[in-house]
T-cell receptor, first 117, second 112 residues
Framework: NAGVTQTPKFQVLKTGQSMTLQCAQD?????MSWYRQDPGMGLRLIHY???????DQGEVPNGYNVSRSTTEDFPLRLLSAAPSQTSVYFC????????????????FGPGTRLTVT | GNSVTQMEGPVTLSEEAFLTINCTYT??????LFWYVQYPGEGLQLLLK?????DKGSNKGFEATYRKETTSFHLEKGSVQVSDSAVYFC???????????FGKGTLLTVNP
């Protein structure tokens, strides 16, 4: 298994440009999510999905869109990039089954480092 | 709401020193608690977890005990190595596991 893959690894955008960060997993996980990591802030949840066709907002959703048309893929779209979106973005996935759902490990991708100038 | 407070770094130790990174939490219900580690240039990976009070998670010489009475989940290791240099995140989930709440992370540097 490749696990969770993310592309690209690095990206530089100009203010106002749009782009899509790709995320894919091959573990048949139902849950997928996007986080951003900023210095001194830890990781903050942007959007998440509990299955194909179902998405919801996390803690910091403004400026981002997501869709989940398949179990495997969960792309994150930046509609009009702003310097405040300069960050490292992580995609994660986990199982959704069983009584103790909250105990399941989340698997993280290697991250995309985005700079908006 | 849920929150995690962990010891601010950076923490610098010599090889074979004892490590403690403090973590306390606020949560509704009965959360599961996690420590994740991020090595330089990589994504996060699970180090250990505990799902109920008094559980002890352990992995690679690291340990943490779920203390409900003090709402704490402190990370310890008896003898650190240079290869343990990384950022450590305490996290919790309550209810649905996709909503992980993270602390701000603690940078650990171990010198030979």
């Amino acid at each position: 298994n490749a696990g969770v893959t993310q592309t690209p690894k690095f990206q530089v955008l100009k203010t106002g440009q749009s782009m899509t960060l790709q995320c894919a997993q091959d573990m048949n996980h139902e849950y997928m999510s996007w986080y951003r990591q900023d210095p001194g802030m830890g990781l903050r949840l942007i959007h998440y999905s509990v299955g194909a066709g179902i998405t919801d907002q996390g803690e910091v959703p403004n400026g981002y869109n997501v869709s989940r048309s398949t179990t495997e893929d969960f792309p994150l779209r930046l509609l009009s990039a702003a310097p405040s979106q300069t960050s490292v973005y992580f995609c994660a996935s986990s199982l959704r089954s069983g009584r103790w759902e909250s105990s399941y490990e989340q698997y993280f991708g290697p991250g995309t480092r985005l700079t908006v100038t | 709401g849920n929150s995690v407070t962990q010891m601010e770094g950076p923490v610098t130790l010599s090889e074979e020193a004892f490590l403690t990174i403090n973590c306390t939490y606020t949560a509704t219900g009965y959360p599961s608690l996690f420590w994740y580690v991020q090595y330089p240039g990589e994504g996060l990976q699970l180090l250990l977890k505990a799902t109920k009070a008094d559980d002890k998670g352990s992995n690679k010489g690291f340990e943490a005990t779920y203390r409900k009475e003090t709402t704490s989940f402190h990370l310890e290791k008896g003898s650190v190595q240079v290869s343990d240099s990384a950022v450590y995140f305490c996290a919790l989930s309550s209810g649905s596991n996709y909503k992980l709440t993270f602390g701000k992370g603690t940078l650990l540097t171990v010198n030979p």
